[in-house]
T-cell receptor
Framework: SQQGEEDPQALSIQEGENATMNCSYK?????LQWYRQNSGRGLVHLIL?????REKHSGRLRVTLDTSKKSSSLLITASRAADTASYFC?????????FGQGTELSVKP | DTAVSQTPKYLVTQMGNDKSIKCEQN?????MYWYKQDSKKFLKIMFS???????INETVPNRFSPKSPDKAHLNLHINSLELGDSAVYFC?????????????FGPGTRLTVT
């Protein structure tokens, strides 16, 4: 069964704007990961946030985790055309990562 | 140096054929995975190996047979290919097994069955 679900499915913004993607999940987790996939490429790990963390930063990326609401968000600040990609959240279930269907982000120059 | 490599990148074949995809990682990781990504970008795990031992085997048809000759390699052999097998197959690796470790993905193999 699918664990994480991203929202929105697609997001189109102008360069310089911020992009926020959300992920909701169903069962308790120990950690949650975010990945990026550029068109025609493999997934690239962005951030891992543990269940006892509320917020984590990496460069222009900010991830929050609300375990009471079973949700996480990924914020990309000052977006660039190169941020155009699909973004996936992944949670652990049964010893494996379960990926959501992703948010397709398009950043227009 | 490429961390996780797969060959071939593209594979076009006819129904009923048998094909293999190879994967190698040079990260010294213990755990390797095969994923299938469908046309809607839904990524689903197929198999996971830890130190050459099969630890995850999802509900995958037994036409799919993974083989790990050593912990740096994980190959995928597919018998009697069907139209529904068309997808992008990704190999990945992580330092240890479990969801607490980041996974490194290969570039993918786009399989088209005609």
């Amino acid at each position: 069964s699918q664990q994480g679900e991203e929202d929105p499915q697609a997001l189109s913004i102008q360069e310089g704007e911020n992009a926020t993607m959300n992920c909701s999940y169903k069962t308790s987790i120990n950690n949650l990961q975010w990945y990026r996939q550029n068109s025609g490429r493999g997934l690239v790990h962005l951030i891992l946030i543990r269940s006892n963390e509320r917020e984590k930063h990496s460069g222009r990326l900010r991830v929050t985790l609300d375990t009471s609401k079973k949700s996480s968000s990924l914020l990309i600040t000052a977006s660039r055309a190169a941020d155009t990609a699909s973004y996936f959240c992944a949670t652990e279930g049964g010893g494996k990562l379960i990926f959501g269907q992703g948010t397709e982000l398009s950043v227009k120059p | 140096d490429t961390a996780v490599s797969q060959t071939p990148k593209y594979l076009v074949t006819q129904m009923g054929n048998d094909k293999s995809i190879k994967c190698e990682q040079n990260l010294g990781h213990d755990t390797m995975y095969w994923y299938k990504q469908d046309s809607k970008k839904f990524l689903k795990i197929m198999f996971s190996y830890n130190n050459k031992e099969l630890i995850i085997n999802e509900t995958v048809p037994n036409r799919f047979s993974p083989k790990s000759p050593d912990k740096a390699h994980l190959n995928l052999h597919i018998n009697s290919l069907e139209l529904g097998d068309s997808a992008v197959y990704f190999c990945a690796s992580s330092q240890r097994q479990g969801g607490g470790y980041e996974q490194y993905f290969g570039p993918g193999t786009r399989l088209t069955v005609t």
